[in-house]
């Protein structure tokens, strides 16, 4: 198995619980949620709100050490894929 299907699989079960959920909402994490992570009042984060009370924040990392990013673009599938890297394809990058 290659390091992508079994990653693949790994995030198909982490993430299952976000399959068909519809995003309501979204917002920065409050101080209280901050110190409730332990993170410091610079580590502003995403919070995503969905349709039946659960949310998803963005970390760093999986042990949950500060705020993350995550990138969002439209999908072309790799058998859809010229030669442009993948960071050109997901932001729509010409050269």
Known sequence: MS???RYTKYYE??????????????RD?????????MWGDYDHSPVFLFNDNTFFILSKDEEG???????????????????KTARQRLFGEDN
Request: charged share 20%; hydrophobic share 35%.
């Open 29 to 37: 994490l409050t101080a209280q949620e901050r110190e409730d992570f």
């Open 65 to 83: 050490n500060g705020g993350g990013f995550g990138f969002v673009g439209s999908y072309v599938p790799i058998s859809d894929a010229d030669s």
């Open 3 to 5: 390091d992508t299907e």
């Open 13 to 26: 079960t982490e993430f299952a619980t976000l399959m068909n959920k519809t995003i309501i909402g979204v």
